[in-house]
Antibody, heavy 119, light 106 residues
Framework: QVQLVQSGAEVKKPGASVKVSCKAS????????ISWVRQAPGQGLEWMGW????????NYAQNLQARVAMTTDTSTSTAYMELRSLRSDDTAVYFC????????????WGQGTLVTVSS | DIQMTQSPSTLSASVGDRVIITCRAS??????LAWYQQKPGKAPKLLIY???SLESGVPSRFSGSGSGTEFTLTISSLQPDDFATYYC????????FGQGTKVEIK
């Protein structure tokens, strides 16, 4: 079955970087894109951006554009999201999700990775 | 950026009730709207896409309607498993989520 499995929880200090991985299985990795969404504690969902696995083209949310980078490794069917210059308000659960070509919803989702930013 | 506004933020209902959640877009998104269900500690689950298409495996008591800027999610007869938070999402221009509607037990 289609599955996305994310890396484990991280604790980082302010100013550091974090890189979260998302390993895909059960489908042709290069035929879809990967989206990243985060959820601060007790808050709603915030779209961070996406990457087309086939072309490598990315689109990032404007408020994160300067600090985020999304990449993929097609040899291992793994997507990565790196967030730099971490602040306390980056503390959140980070989700990856599969996105189809063109206008598409996100399905399925990874289990989420908790990133805690604290001094 | 397209803003998505859901209402209500919280909804108290009983098993068997008909529940309607509304989502409004700040500009037309045609029918590029999805609905997700999220339970505590879990990832969101896709229920409805393209405003009214039911995702495979989702019970038929869930339905979606609307186009342009006004959309609704209807649960025809609320079941115990349906108490959760629901989010709308536009994917017409990049992506934006509504702020969520928590459906709680009355």
């Amino acid at each position: 079955q289609v599955q996305l499995v994310q890396s484990g929880a991280e604790v980082k200090k302010p100013g550091a970087s974090v890189k979260v991985s998302c390993k895909a299985s059960g489908y042709t990795f290069t035929s879809y894109g990967i989206s990243w969404v985060r959820q601060a504690p007790g808050q709603g969902l915030e779209w961070m951006g996406w990457i087309s696995v086939y072309t490598g083209v990315t689109n990032y949310a404007q408020n994160l554009q300067a600090r985020v980078a999304m990449t993929t490794d097609t040899s291992t069917s793994t997507a990565y999201m790196e967030l730099r210059s971490l602040r306390s308000d980056d503390t959140a659960v980070y989700f990856c999700a599969r996105r189809g070509v063109g206008a598409s919803p996100f399905d399925p989702w990874g289990q989420g990775t908790l990133v805690t930013v604290s001094s | 950026d397209i803003q998505m506004t859901q209402s209500p933020s919280t909804l108290s209902a009983s098993v068997g009730d008909r529940v309607i959640i509304t989502c409004r877009a700040s500009q037309s998104i045609s029918r590029w709207l999805a609905w997700y269900q999220q339970k505590p500690g879990k990832a969101p689950k896709l229920l409805i896409y393209k405003a009214s298409s039911l995702e495979s495996g989702v019970p038929s008591r869930f339905s979606g309607s609307g186009s342009g800027t006004e959309f609704t999610l209807t649960i025809s007869s609320l079941q115990p498993d349906d108490f959760a938070t629901y989010y709308c999402q536009q994917y017409h221009s990049y992506s934006t989520f509504g702020q969520g509607t928590k459906v709680e037990i009355k």
